[in-house]
C-alpha cells in the first residue's frame, strides 16, 4: 500500500489529519455530547413502520426536495418559519458545509471565535475557505463589540457563532448576533446545535430571522433529538438561501430513509425532548458537584460542562477512562469536558472523578488553573488511531 504522501493530494490538505474524537467501547461514553437515553419504545415502533413503508419504494430515488420533511421541520421550529425557508442534510456538520460551500470557497473568508466547534476549521479547508481564528474574553463569553470589531477589521465573507458555544458551553446573547449582522455584508450562521437544553423562555436566533435575509440559523437533531446516529441536521433562512443551497448540494442527498425516519420522529416531538430536563437537571448536578469538588465549571447552557482547576488534564482523562468512563480532552489548558448523562452515568463521572480527585493522598485533581495540554487533545487514542481534530467536538 502507498501512503498519503505518494498521492497527488491537493497541497492544502497535506499533512493535515482528519477529525477523529475516539470512538471506544465504553461503559460510559461522555465525550461527544450524545444524548445518551435510548429513543422511547413507542417511537422507535412508529420510526420502523415509516422505515418499512419507504422501503417499499427505494428502488426510486427519494424526494429530491424533501418537501414533507420541511414540513415537519417549521413546523417543529414554529416562529412562522414557512417550509422553504427550511434546508436539511446529514447532520449540521453537511449543512454548515454547504453554506460554505455556497458562500465560501477559494478566495474566501471564515470567521469564527475560538475556542469554538472544532470540525469548522475542517469545513473550511474542505471547502478551501480562509478560517479566521477570532477570540473571546477570560470566561469564553462574546460581547457585541468585540464581534463588530473582529469583522470590521477582518471583513469576513461568514461569520460562524456557535450559541451555545461547543466546546466551552457559553449561551450567546441576541445582541451579539445583532451586532454580528450589522457589521457585515456577509452572511452570518447561528450554529444552535444546543439550543434545545438553554433555559426555559431564552429566545433563539430563529425570532431575528424576519428582515435579516443574510442570517442563518443551524440545528441538528442529533442532540436534544437523540438522534445522532439517523444524521439529520437543518437550517432556518430566508427562503433564497435554501435555494442558494440547491446549488451545491448533492442531487438525493437526503436518503429516502433518513427522511422517513425524521419526519416520523418529528411527529413524536415531545416524546423524542421528553430528556432534555433530566439531562439538563444532571448538568447542573455535575457543576455543583465538581465545584464541590474544587474544579471551575464554566456555565453552560448546553448538554455539558467545561471544567477548569485541571491539574493533569492527561492524568485525569486517563484515570477516568480506566474506570470505564470516557469523557473529553478539548486542548484547552487545564480543561476537560463532560456531557450530561443518564442519572447513573453522571453518577459513574462523579464517583470517578472523585477518586481521581481525592486519590494519592489529594496529589491529583482540582488545584492551580493551568497545565500543559495533553496528548488527548488531538483527539486520538494512544492504540494507534488516526489523530485527528484539534478542539471541540
Ligand atoms: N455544531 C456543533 C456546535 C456541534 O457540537 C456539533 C456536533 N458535535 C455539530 C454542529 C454537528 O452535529 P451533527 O452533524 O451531528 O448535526
Same mark, same amino acid.
Given at each position: &500500500?502507498?501512503?498519503?504522501? @505518494?498521492?497527488?493530494?491537493?497541497? @492544502? ?31 422507535? /415502533? ?21 418537501? !414533507? ?27 454548515? /458545509? ?9 478566495? =474566501? ?9 472544532? &470540525? ?13 481564528? #477570532? ?9 457585541? =463589540? ?41 452572511? *452570518? $450562521? $447561528? ?6 437544553? &438553554? ?41 433564497? $438561501?435554501? @435555494?442558494?443551497?440547491?446549488? *451545491? ?35 447542573? =448536578? ?14 453552560? #447552557? ?7 482547576? $485541571?491539574?493533569?488534564?492527561?492524568? &485525569?482523562? !486517563?484515570?477516568?477512562?480506566?474506570? #470505564? *468512563?470516557?469523557? =473529553?480532552? *478539548? ?28 486519590? @494519592? ?5 482540582? #488545584? ?16 494507534? !488511531? ?8
Amino acid at each position: &500500500m502507498s501512503s498519503l504522501s @505518494d498521492l497527488p493530494l491537493r497541497s @492544502d490538505l497535506r499533512g493535515l489529519s482528519p477529525y477523529g474524537a475516539p470512538q471506544k467501547r465504553v461503559p460510559v461514553a461522555l465525550n461527544v455530547n450524545e444524548n445518551t437515553h435510548p429513543i422511547p419504545d413507542a417511537v422507535a /415502533q412508529d420510526i420502523l413502520s415509516a422505515l418499512a413503508h419507504a422501503i417499499e419504494s427505494a428502488n426510486r430515488y427519494p424526494d429530491r426536495e424533501f418537501l !414533507e420533511l420541511r414540513e415537519s421541520l417549521a413546523n417543529y421550529l414554529g416562529h412562522g418559519i414557512a417550509p422553504e425557508q427550511v434546508w436539511a442534510a446529514n447532520g449540521s456538520n453537511e449543512v454548515l /458545509q454547504q453554506i460554505l460551500q455556497a458562500f465560501g470557497g477559494p478566495g =474566501r473568508r471564515v470567521l469564527g471565535f475560538t475556542p469554538t466547534y472544532s &470540525m469548522y476549521p475542517i469545513l473550511a479547508m474542505g471547502t478551501a475557505t480562509e478560517w479566521i481564528a #477570532g477570540d473571546r474574553d477570560a470566561d469564553f463569553e462574546l460581547t457585541p =463589540r468585540r464581534v463588530a470589531d473582529w469583522i470590521s477589521r477582518e471583513n469576513p465573507d461568514v461569520v460562524l457563532l456557535c450559541s451555545p458555544n461547543n466546546p466551552t458551553g457559553t449561551p450567546l446573547s441576541l445582541e451579539t448576533i445583532v451586532a454580528a449582522y450589522d457589521a457585515t455584508d456577509g452572511i *452570518v $450562521v $447561528v450554529d444552535e446545535a444546543y439550543a434545545e437544553f &438553554m433555559p426555559h423562555g431564552t429566545p433563539s436566533a430563529l425570532t431575528l430571522l424576519p428582515g435579516r435575509p443574510r442570517l442563518i440559523i443551524s440545528r441538528t437533531m442529533s442532540k436534544a433529538f437523540a438522534f445522532a446516529g439517523v444524521r439529520l441536521g437543518y437550517l432556518a433562512a430566508d427562503a433564497a $438561501v435554501t @435555494d442558494a443551497l440547491r446549488l *451545491v448540494r448533492l442531487p438525493y442527498h437526503l436518503s429516502a430513509l433518513t427522511q422517513a425516519a425524521a419526519v416520523a420522529a418529528l411527529a413524536h416531538a415531545d416524546e423524542m425532548l421528553a430528556m432534555v430536563e433530566e439531562i439538563t437537571t444532571q448538568r447542573d =448536578r455535575i457543576s455543583r458537584e465538581l465545584t464541590d469538588l474544587g474544579y471551575q465549571p464554566h456555565v453552560s #447552557g448546553s448538554n455539558f460542562v467545561l471544567f477548569g482547576g $485541571v491539574d493533569d488534564p492527561n492524568a &485525569m482523562f !486517563e484515570a477516568l477512562l480506566a474506570d #470505564g *468512563v470516557l469523557i =473529553r480532552d *478539548v486542548g484547552i489548558p487545564g480543561h476537560l469536558r463532560v456531557s450530561a448523562g443518564t442519572t447513573a452515568e453522571t453518577s459513574a463521572f462523579l464517583e470517578a472523578a472523585a477518586r481521581y480527585t481525592h486519590g @494519592d493522598g489529594g496529589k491529583h485533581g482540582a #488545584g492551580s488553573k493551568h497545565s500543559a495540554g495533553s496528548k488527548h487533545s488531538a483527539g486520538g487514542t494512544s492504540a494507534g !488511531e488516526p489523530t485527528a481534530a484539534p478542539v471541540g467536538l
